[in-house]
């Protein structure tokens, strides 16, 4: 293999000299390799949130790309002084904001092995062990949830693995779609139900899927219900629907909201869409980890009237991004919608019926060996283990929720079902003033740079999340926010004293 044109006096010691050379692969890799580990040992030491303006790093880059290759020493030095500060770091044992994004040796080691393979698995014959080890480690983990039957292989659906929660509305809401155009239906009179707590992928998905946005529901949730969706609420605007000569095609339930992580009244839910042959989606994208362990499982009781379910392991459960889990009870309804099948992509393989073509669940058309991944983390740790470390981030949650309750300061805003804790100061002002107040104490944390957490407007009210979570993080780490927070608020609130109960 030739190497890289260099001029005769540039010193290329350090540097590439081949597109892929194995020795050089493996000098360069375990450079890498402690580089990364040294940021996994210090990365408590860096701000959580990245303290840079807009418009850094070109500024400290050069305009052009270099003509000649630099060394990789040369190439880390910029990734810490250049790079580094202009992260925000989700690994982090003080990070808490959104939802975790929850790495772990094992994930990093399958995609070590993805990333070298390189396959590029569209079909079964383009790599049939990338196929089929999807295949053997979706059903795996729907034994795991105890999805009905019908979502295994086995029993006529089955698992796919998507890049995002995004991905696997918008391929499940095409299915919809197609099946009601089907039947003859016009795209004109097709509804999509979802509630206020939603997540926005769903509208885009509905955009995209060509859904008339007169035709998007956005139901209202109460703080009664604790901003849970529910059939009373549904089947008004189901019935007002049907009177407008309108068709209801599809309804996403979510199991943990990002606001709030509220639970959706599923098994009623479930009954009022099968009544009204709505495609139910059940979207768990943060909680649907924890309903590995028994005594969470009955969050996604009514799963077994819907349609089709997923959850994203790259949040909860110890897979780095990208991995969503999606099933479905009829693969065939997303093949017809999003299959191709040109003529120099067919095959024996294909022809003869036996075999999964991913290629055709799903919107691209490459697909990455994200399964590796995910059997790496179910056999290098095993499913005991896997409930241990859910149920650990559990107990940090409910010991930083029992500090907040201790302070009567402050509130607990919603019920805490899993990890996350929504909460606020009572400033004692109107509610302009009180969500106002804890804009700013958020705001004052977080640019300190210890914990970062992130904010939610909930029936009205500001309030501050805290996801416990992270694969670093320890209840030490929780209690020394606890006290992170409480100083903000001493300092912007000199005059509310401390009111521990």
Request: with cysteine; proline share 4%.
């Amino acid at each position: 293999m030739g190497s890289l044109h260099t001029d005769d006096i540039f010193d290329t010691t350090g540097c590439l000299q081949h597109p892929l050379d194995a020795e050089e692969f493996r000098l360069h890799a375990h450079k890498l390799v402690d580089f990364i580990a040294d940021y996994y040992k210090n990365v408590a030491k860096y701000p959580v949130r990245s303290q840079v303006e807009p418009g850094y790093l070109r500024k400290l880059l050069p305009e052009t790309a270099p003509n000649q290759p630099e060394s990789i020493e040369n190439i880390l030095s910029d990734v810490r002084s250049c790079i580094i500060p202009g992260l925000t770091h989700w690994m982090s044992p003080n990070y808490y904001a959104y939802f975790p994004s929850s790495g772990s040796t094992a994930a990093f080691l399958g995609e070590m092995l993805s990333t070298g393979f390189n396959v590029v698995g569209f079909n079964w014959m383009s790599s049939p062990a990338a196929t089929e080890l999807e295949s053997v480690v979706m059903d795996w983990l729907a034994k795991l949830l105890c999805l009905p039957s019908e979502f295994l292989f086995s029993g006529g659906g089955g698992g796919v693995l998507q890049g995002t929660t995004c991905e696997a509305i918008l391929c499940t809401l095409a299915a919809a779609r197609d099946r009601a155009l089907s039947r003859g239906c016009d795209i004109s009179q097709l509804v999509v139900y979802g509630s206020d707590q939603t997540h926005c992928a769903l509208q885009k998905a509905a955009q995209i899927a060509g859904i008339p946005y007169s035709n998007f529901r956005t139901i209202k949730t109460t703080v009664a219900d604790a901003f849970a969706l529910t059939a009373n609420s549904l089947r008004i605007a189901i019935d007002s629907d049907l009177s407008a000569g309108l068709i209801p095609l599809y309804l996403c339930a979510t199991i943990g909201t990002t606001s709030s992580t509220a639970v959706d009244r599923l098994p009623e839910l479930a009954q009022l869409t099968s009544q009204h042959n709505i495609w139910l989606h059940v979207d768990a994208a943060y909680a649907g980890a924890a309903c590995i362990c028994p005594e969470f499982r009955h969050f996604i009781d009514g799963v077994e009237l819907a349609d089709s379910f997923s959850f994203n392991a790259h949040k909860w459960f110890f897979n780095n991004l990208d991995c969503c889990c999606l099933w479905v009870k009829s693969p065939t309804a997303l093949i017809k919608s999003l299959s191709t099948n040109p003529e120099y992509l067919k095959n024996k393989a294909t022809e003869s019926k036996q075999v999964v073509d991913y290629k055709d669940w799903q919107i691209a058309l490459s697909r990455r060996f994200r399964s590796l991944k995910m059997w790496m983390v179910l056999r290098g740790y095993g499913t005991a283990n896997l409930r241990q470390f859910l149920r650990g981030h559990v107990r940090m949650a409910k010991v930083f929720e029992g500090l907040v309750r201790l302070d009567r300061r402050f509130e607990v805003v919603v019920p805490r079902y899993f990890s996350t804790v929504c909460f606020r100061v009572q400033a004692g002002g109107d509610e302009a003033e009180e969500n106002e107040m804890n804009r700013r104490i958020l705001e004052s944390v977080n640019a300190e740079g210890k914990i970062y957490m992130t904010h939610a407007v909930i029936g009205g009210v500001y309030v501050m999340r805290f996801a416990a979570g992270g694969t670093l993080t320890e209840e030490r780490h929780v209690r020394e926010a606890w006290v992170v927070i409480k100083e903000h608020v001493e300092k912007l609130m000199p005059n509310v004293k401390v009111m521990d109960g």
